[in-house]
């Protein structure tokens, strides 16, 4: 990793993005509270630097606070008569018109007089905890993607592939000892598929698929300059296969089979046919980047190379019967639950039930599947509307907007070199994979994963540009090849 003085910023990245994953998911309040904290203060750190802020870090900046600000507005308590004037469904929940006293005495005629006041979420205490993630993360996507340059970007990728490869590692030795136990010791709350750090596979393959893509990025990267000067001539390149830069490929490499390797051991069918995307994903971006044939072809065909390790190591034969033994006619049972959230989002149209609530309400809405509760819809943009309704629909489409702006603006514009420009393809994959996934899974309400999504994010929309001292030297914001 060459860690030095100019490294403590992406340092302390790469150490929140590991305790984001390793801590289980970072699910539980002693994980996740240090994690926001860190988050936030990261991000205040990279809003404090010496670089002056954009228009890209105003408009997104502005968005997240419309976005918090309206979310907030759940948590403004209301009279009975104009809560239900706005949500007229909030009376379905115990309680919504007259609460009774925790000592459940008959409260006195004053009180009995008085209104109700209650705010619009059907559960406070669970959207306060949803606001402080938002605000978190909103911070350190906006300090992060202020501060960072391409040598911050290559040390925190650098430090996810061994981060990638090491919970690869204990994934696929987990698979073959696990005994309810997650490292050994630790059991899940809910049980579940279990793999690796996650209590849930998919949740796993999710983290996969953000860090493969950035790493893939990564790889091509080196390709790309790493072969720049090197003569078009069978000798030189043989010679470059023995350099410092090709050895570190060739690590990069191993890690990234290893990593692919691990997410079609979950036998995840949303994570594999979201790895299969990135894989086409970055042949486009293959295509139509920088870089001459010879290089673009050695890219693609390691991408067919990964794929086909990947599957071929656990079985095409496993791989094809875990896709033809799906229920797709309800979406693999995904489908009752789509339909609960339906009604949620039809009873609660204007402000939603209350960001991070829906297990709450769906305590009532749940029709199906009796033998389980339905914590999560299995689809975030459904959840995501069944929560907020229009209340915060609309910010989020805004803030949507803007970041696919901004993610736009950096590849028209031109002025990446190719390191930063396939790192920034890296990226830019990995955040479609995920959001495919989340069509019919929940990996990124996972606060370990949704911290990596951030970084992500960050990676795709920074703009290096000034001076920077690497390793005790000036230089430019063009490295060169590393």
Same mark, same amino acid.
């Given at each position: ?18 305790? &984001? ?5 970072? /699910? ?84 009995? *007089? ?15 905890? &949803? ?112 350099? @410092? ?32 995307? /990135?894989?086409? +994903? ?5 295509? @139509? &980047? ?28 496993? =791989? ?18 789509? %339909?609960?959230?339906?009604? /949620? ?61 901004? /993610? %736009? *603006?950096?590849? *028209? ?10 790192? @920034? ?5 990995? +955040?479609?994979? =995920? ?8 990996? +990124? ?27 005790? *030297? ?9």
């Amino acid at each position: 990793l060459n860690i030095d003085r100019y490294s403590l910023y992406p340092l302390a990245v790469v150490t929140l993005l590991s305790w &984001g994953v390793l801590a289980f998911g970072s /699910v539980n309040p002693w994980a996740y509270v240090p994690l926001l904290v860190m988050a936030g203060t990261i991000g205040i750190v990279g809003l404090l630097g010496p670089r002056e802020p954009d228009g890209t870090h105003r408009r997104l900046a502005a968005a997240f606070l419309a976005l918090f600000l309206v979310g907030a507005l759940q948590l403004v308590p209301l009279p009975a008569a104009a809560r239900l004037a706005i949500s007229p469904a909030s009376e379905r929940f115990p309680g919504a018109q007259s609460p009774v006293p925790p000592s459940g005495r008959t409260p006195s005629p004053a009180a009995a *007089r008085a209104p109700a006041l209650r705010p619009l979420s059907v559960d406070p205490g669970r959207t306060v905890v &949803g606001l402080a993630c938002l605000g978190g993360f909103a911070l350190f996507l906006i300090g992060a993607a202020r501060r960072l340059e391409t040598h911050d970007v290559i040390f925190i990728v650098r430090g996810l592939l061994v981060l990638g490869a090491l919970l690869a590692l204990i994934g696929l030795i987990q698979q073959s000892f696990y005994a309810g136990k997650i490292y050994g010791f630790w059991e899940p709350r809910f049980g579940g598929s279990a793999f690796g750090p996650f209590s849930n596979k998919h949740h796993f393959a999710g983290w996969m698929l953000m860090t493969i893509s950035v790493g893939l990025g990564y790889f091509c990267s080196g390709v790309a300059a790493g072969m720049r000067r090197v003569k078009p001539i069978l000798r030189e390149r043989l010679l470059w296969f023995a350099s @410092r830069a090709a050895s570190r490929l060739v690590l990069t490499g191993f890690a990234l089979a290893l990593m692919a390797l691990s997410l079609v051991f979950t036998m995840s069918r949303s994570g594999i046919s979201s790895f299969c995307a /990135v894989l086409v +994903l970055l042949g486009w971006f293959a295509i @139509r &980047g920088p870089g001459v044939a010879p290089r673009r072809f050695v890219m693609a065909g390691y991408f067919v190379f990964v794929l086909a390790i990947a599957i071929g190591w656990v079985g095409v034969d496993a =791989v094809g019967q875990r896709f033809a033994g799906a229920s797709w006619g309800d979406v693999g049972g995904r489908l009752p639950a789509w %339909r609960d959230a339906t009604q /949620v989002i039809s009873d609660f149209p204007l402000v939603g039930t209350g960001i991070n609530t829906y297990e709450v309400a769906n305590r009532i809405y749940q029709t199906s599947g009796f033998t389980e509760r339905f914590a999560q819809v299995h689809n975030d943009y459904l959840q995501l509307a069944a929560e907020g309704g229009l209340l915060t629909g609309v910010p989020i489409v805004i803030t949507i907007f803007f970041f696919v702006r901004e /993610v %736009r *603006r950096r590849f *028209r514009e031109r002025s990446d070199d190719i390191q930063t420009y396939w790192l @920034r393809a890296g990226a830019v994959t990995g +955040l479609i994979a =995920v959001a495919c996934q989340e069509v019919v899974d929940f990996s +990124l309400q996972k606060p370990g994963n949704a911290a990596l999504f951030v970084v992500l994010a960050a990676i795709a929309i920074h703009r290096p540009h000034g001076t920077f001292r690497l390793m005790g *030297r000036s230089g430019s914001s063009r490295v060169a090849p590393s």
